[in-house]
């Protein structure tokens, strides 16, 4: 009588494993150093970049451009805004816009206001031009409207307003979303002034 | 005669018992590509010497240049450790007395630094080419302290500033 064969024989030899232990030590390391930065994250950047010392006082007369300026200024007074184009002080290129019932400025109408003078006012592009870009130096297309100053916001506020005021102010400006979800620009170059 | 049961299997070493680290490694890989795909490690290049800093909605990606912390207190350098000024804050560069001086539009001190600065740079032997300055204003100080600090430092040649802010939430959710 055969012997049955031997139990042993079937005991499967142990499988090679994958070692885990550096990919452990880089996951470790990683996800704290993640986890540790990602709380500064939200913090972010508002460029900011002063007219260039040459004023339009200065230029050659050859260089001058002679088309009309919008000349868009909001002040940031003590009991609202006032917003003013063409240099206006009164009448309908002139408009106030008063304290909310809470006190506050009114953030969200200075934004429509601005969004009225951009689609009515300002209008679509004339035409294009390449020019470089004064950061990097590349050619990038620009476009041109109808009066040369269509992308600058003059804020005047007195020395006294807190400076998270003016960054709304320049937030507002900056861009608004249309009811389709689309942002589109305004005017994103803040020069900033102050009333004296 | 019945045989006697075998003693073997007695004397069969049993095998340690081993943590599985496998349900470790899917929580840790999760978690690190989650952490991968949401934050952007460029963030981490700027960390915010101040807490009251504005909140704003603009989405311009952190960078690294010579950064100042404007406080009611005054101008001070950033500073990489925490210092006997309170944390992030370093040397003070500007007092509040100079920025509060109407009589004047300029801050000597803040230029004088730059200068100093920038000749230092010089003996180490690096370009001085950067225009840009980053700016953690308090989101209280007064506007007039910021138009003097744009002021001096253009001056001093540094005619690109980058204002520290906290993002706001986009309107619909998300980071």
Known sequence: MAYRPSRKRKVTPPGAEINFTPVMNLVVVLIPLLLSVAQFVNVSLLDYQPPPAESLANASPDSRDLRERLELVVNVVSDGFEISLFGATSGRNFKRIPLTRSGAHNIDALQAELVRIRRDIVGSPIDTVEEADPMTGMPVRRPVYRFPDADVLNVAASGDTPWQLVVSVMDAARSYTDDAGRSHPLFALPRLGQIQ | ?175
């Open chain 2, 1 to 175: 005669m019945a045989f006697a049961p075998s003693k073997r299997r007695r004397f069969i070493p049993l095998e340690p018992g081993r943590a599985s680290l496998t349900p470790m490694m899917d929580m840790m890989t999760i978690i690190l590509l989650f952490v991968l795909k949401t934050y952007s490690v460029t963030g981490a290049l700027l960390t915010p010497a101040i807490s009251d800093l504005p909140v704003s909605d603009s989405r311009a990606v952190p960078r690294r240049t010579l950064s100042l912390v404007l406080t009611a207190e005054g101008l001070f350098e950033e500073a990489q450790v925490t210092s006997d000024q309170g944390p992030g804050l370093g040397r003070r560069i500007v007092s509040a007395n100079e920025f509060a001086n109407e009589a004047s539009v300029s801050l000597p001190s803040l230029e004088t630094w730059l200068a100093d600065r920038k000749e230092l740079e010089r003996s180490l032997g690096k370009m001085v080419t950067s225009r840009e300055l980053t700016v953690q204003a308090a989101r209280g100080v007064p506007y007039s302290w910021v138009l003097k600090l744009i002021n001096a430092a253009t001056l001093s040649n540094y005619d690109v500033f980058e204002f520290v802010v906290l993002k706001t939430a986009p309107a619909g959710g998300g980071q």
